[in-house]
């Protein structure tokens, strides 16, 4: 075998430290538990599944997403769209992103061919027509209450109802198809957020009267980081409890992200110095770790050395990342092991989503190193 057909892959996260003595940070993905993530959201969601390619369009996710069944996208971008039909040229992309620029419109309808298109106003809806044409599903989007996510979505996108119904009315009268969807924020935990939105959605459905190709119940389902997090099937059930009673008709969609991958991915980072409860690590709020601060999420973490995982008394400790910036500091105290030291590895656990794809190479740190593991991956505890 040639070195350019070879598939390098690692045995666990203990080989990729054994094998590479890596001083960079390494973004380690688990195929197998994309895969199975990926098998569990098709099987168990009532409806067509997309994955919200921002969340983490790495390559080796989408091919393993894919792979458990996967065949839907949404994509907010040209470049997104761009990658996902490059890798994956049977793939059906949506244009999800409220807000698109005339050229970004070009290209998706006439290069990418594009049929299915998020508006939540009515100049991005007669700008959409006048350049993609009306052989095309209207998505409105429309705006849900904060609920209890821990990013509210609806502050920035998203039409009232009754904005909703004149939308799906002028869609209709262009001769477009028309959709409903919404998003109840991301790492969202109560899966009745989904029955209230459905519920707005229904009534905005009845008083347009006008015929819905699918309702989208856009993404939001959460990862299980610290604290309680009801179980991905308490939402699926919430979902369809509610299409059932409320008598939606049309089929669904769903565009998660975050409960996809988060699971799927971790990352491996070093200790480069200690200075008492201080330490160092080579990767931070710049690089992959920028959610532990502006979500307030707390990842399971792991320390790791050449032998093994670490054990014995913990104690809190501060996590420096490694720009020259004093913000780049993670937020939470992580209860480590007390003899942790310069060379040792830190495994944050948990870290699919909004990670490898919002590092911004800041002061020349970025985590380019991306490995797979095979075999599934057991979410540790500190
Ligand atoms: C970000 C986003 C998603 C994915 O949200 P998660 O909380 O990661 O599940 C889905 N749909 C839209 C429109 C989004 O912007």
């Given at each position: 075998m040639t070195n350019s057909s070879r598939q390098l892959r690692f045995a666990s996260v203990l080989d990729v430290i054994q094998r590479l003595d890596p001083s960079y940070p390494v973004f380690c993905v688990f195929p197998d538990v994309l895969r199975a993530r990926a098998k569990t959201f098709v099987e168990g969601f009532p409806g067509t599944v997309l994955y919200a390619v921002k969340c983490n369009p790495h390559a080796f996710v989408l091919r393993a997403l894919t792979e458990g069944g996967v065949q839907h996208f949404d994509t907010a971008s040209i470049s997104e769209i761009a990658r996902v039909t490059e890798q994956l040229p049977d793939a059906h992309c949506y244009f999800n992103h409220p807000v698109k620029g005339r050229g970004a419109l070009e290209a998706a309808a006439?290069?990418?061919?594009?049929?299915d298109y998020v508006v939540d106003h009515p100049d991005e809806l007669e700008k959409l027509v006048s350049i993609a044409g009306t052989d095309i599903t209207v998505e409105v989007r429309i705006a849900t209450p904060?609920?209890?996510?821990?990013?509210?979505l609806s502050a920035k996108f998203g039409a009232t109802p009754g904005l909703a119904v004149e939308l799906l009315k002028r869609a209709n009268g262009h001769g477009c198809r028309t959709a409903l969807a919404f998003h109840v924020g991301?790492?969202?935990?109560?899966?009745?957020a989904f029955r209230v939105a459905m519920e707005m959605a229904k009534a905005v459905a009845d008083e347009a009267d006008v015929p819905l190709e699918y309702l989208d119940v856009g993404?939001?389902?959460?990862?299980?980081?610290k604290g309680d997090v009801p179980p991905l099937q308490s939402y699926f059930n919430a979902i369809s409890d509610a299409k059932e009673k409320l008598g939606i008709g049309v089929p669904l969609l769903g565009e998660p992200g975050r409960a996809l991958v988060a699971e799927g991915c971790s990352v491996l980072t070093q200790v480069h110095l200690r200075k008492g409860d201080d330490l160092y690590i080579n990767d931070g709020i710049y690089g992959c770790l920028s959610e532990i601060r502006d979500g307030d999420l707390d990842p399971p973490v792991r320390v790791l050395r050449r032998d093994g995982p670490v054990e014995g008394p913990l104690r809190p400790f501060r996590l420096f990342g490694p720009?020259?910036?004093?913000?780049?500091?993670?937020?939470l105290p992580f209860d480590l092991p007390e003899d942790i030291r310069e060379g040792d590895w830190i495994e944050f656990g948990l870290?699919?989503?909004?990670?490898i794809g919002m590092q911004t190479g800041f002061n020349g740190?970025?985590?380019?190193t991306v490995v797979r593991i095979d075999g599934m991956h057991e979410v540790f505890a500190t």
């Open positions: 006439d290069v990418y061919g594009i049929k904060k609920g209890s996510a821990v990013y509210d991301s790492q969202c935990l109560d899966p009745a993404g939001g389902f959460p990862a299980s980081y720009t020259c910036d004093s913000l780049d500091v993670l937020k870290m699919g989503a909004y990670s740190f970025v985590t380019d």
